[in-house]
């Protein structure tokens, strides 16, 4: 069973600093995608991964895969209020599938 | 391109009655949609897939004779919430997958 965990589940951050959450998983997978929520809204997709040492990035968030190590990371740089959100990393359950597995979130808070 | 819709948005019921929920692919045809429930604060739950034309698979622990799932044609999913209790209250996030999966924008439900 493939299981993926995010850590931390909770940060809090000053604006202008930088920080990174972490999506480990357990199991090989082909795809890793990363989303933001907003409160009481759905998915907004920031990033799809495919391959080991993939790194997209957009605006202040930059994501990478290394899938030897099974981890994705989301680096925030200088981080602004309107950040504030929960992030979401969700790995593709099995080879030719749509599935997706999730991990708990990282509810991000940005302090100005 | 890629946009799935979701109606109602939000709904109140009450408690024993039933509550159907759609979930369309706007701009493509879809092989796949799942459905999602969220509790606050908590990921999203996968409940089940479901393929144009075939019975929808559930999840561990998902009841299908209470989460009703049709879908009847490449663009239309609907999920029916029979009986409902007030425990069902949830956002119910749909997705529909062509090569990755878009969200919808979910629909709160309050049972009452």
């Known amino acids: 069973e493939l299981k993926v965990e995010q850590n931390p589940l909770f940060l809090s951050m000053q604006e202008g600093k930088n920080y990174t959450i972490y999506c480990n998983y357990s199991?090989?997978?082909?795809?890793l995608y990363w989303y933001r929520q907003d409160p009481g809204k759905s998915l907004e997709s920031l990033f799809v991964?495919?391959?080991?040492?993939a790194v997209k990035q957009e605006g202040r968030l930059m994501a990478s895969l290394d899938t030897k190590a099974r981890l994705s990371t989301l680096h925030i740089t200088a981080a602004v209020h309107d950040l504030s959100a929960t992030y979401f990393c969700?790995?593709?359950?099995?080879?030719?599938?749509?599935?997706?597995?999730f991990g708990k979130g990282t509810k991000l808070s940005v302090i100005p | 391109g890629a946009v799935v819709s979701q109606h109602p948005s939000w709904v109140i019921c009450k408690s024993g009655t039933s509550v159907k929920i759609e979930c369309r692919s706007l701009?493509?045809?879809?092989?796949?949609m799942f459905w999602y429930r969220q509790f606050p604060k908590q990921s999203l739950m996968l409940m089940a897939t479901s393929n144009e034309g075939s019975k929808a698979t559930y999840e561990q622990g998902v009841e299908k004779d209470k989460f009703l799932i049709n879908h009847a044609s490449l663009t239309l999913s609907t999920l029916t919430v029979t009986s409902a209790h007030p425990e069902d209250s949830s956002f119910y996030i749909c997705?529909?997958?062509?090569?990755?999966?878009?969200f919808g924008p979910g629909t709160r439900l309050t049972v009452t």
């Open positions: 969700a790995v593709v359950t099995g080879a030719g599938s749509y599935q997706l597995t």
């Open positions: 701009d493509f045809q879809a092989t796949t």
């Open positions: 199991t090989t997978s082909d795809r």
């Open positions: 997705s529909a997958s062509i090569h990755e999966q878009y």
């Open positions: 991964l495919l391959s080991n040492g």
